[in-house]
């Protein structure tokens, strides 16, 4: 982040930057105006702009709800790694229908995002997880993630074995670890204006084409 930067954030934390939206052609798709979001909140001074809100629902109904990092995106869908146990994966195995939320407030905008998911081949997340420093790849082992402790060390225990197995050796990936591509149906760009005359801009895949629309606020 540069100083010019950190200085924008603190003058504009919340307060916001009321920034115009994009002229919209009918090719338009989503992607094109979710990057030019995600730079200007790269840009903004934003501490992990990448942070996003993944919601699922279990086979029961229960929605529930927890913030991740965003790991890459393109007109395929937006991507995040994670313990294929976890209670999220094995929501998300049981009920293939996600959402996803980034909210930025120093710029009064929100991006919400609904879709199916899908796992990335074993290739992608081998990729992405040796592209991670040495103890998150360990922690990977170590977390049986979502699954209770039995006393107060174990995980410091489990993580020191994985340490010692793995020691001058390449870290293997782990075959309940990897990435969820979500692949978006329905995409709404939320901007923040005065006397809450809100933008809403939504795409909605029909067809296997993009539709966009305003809605009232």
């Known amino acids: 982040m540069t100083l010019f930067e950190k200085i924008r954030c603190l003058l504009t934390f919340g307060q916001g930057v009321a920034l115009p939206l994009p002229e919209l052609t009918a090719e338009t798709v989503p992607t094109e105006l979710f990057k030019q979001w995600f730079d200007d909140a790269n840009k903004s001074g934003i501490l992990l702009p990448e942070a996003m809100s993944v919601s699922s629902v279990s086979s029961c109904g ?83 993630q979502s699954k209770a402790l039995s006393h107060d060390n174990q995980l410091k225990e489990q993580f020191e074995h994985y340490q010692a197995l793995f020691k001058d050796k390449e870290v293997p990936l782990p075959e309940f670890w990897g990435g969820w591509r979500v692949k978006p149906h329905y995409v709404e760009f939320w901007q923040g204006r005065a006397s809450r005359l809100h933008d809403r801009l939504c795409f909605e895949k029909q067809g296997g084409n993009w539709q966009h629309a305003k809605l009232q606020p």
């Open 62 to 144: 229960q929605p529930s709800a927890r913030m991740v990092l965003l790991k890459e995106y393109n007109e395929e869908g937006f991507v995040f790694y994670t313990n294929y146990g976890s209670r999220k994966s094995q929501e998300l195995s049981e009920n293939t229908k996600v959402a996803l939320l980034f909210h930025w407030n120093v710029l009064q905008r929100q991006v919400r995002i609904e879709g199916t998911v899908e796992k990335v081949s074993p290739e992608q997340s081998a990729k992405y997880f040796h592209s991670r420093d040495i103890g998150s790849q360990i922690g990977a082992w170590a977390s049986h």
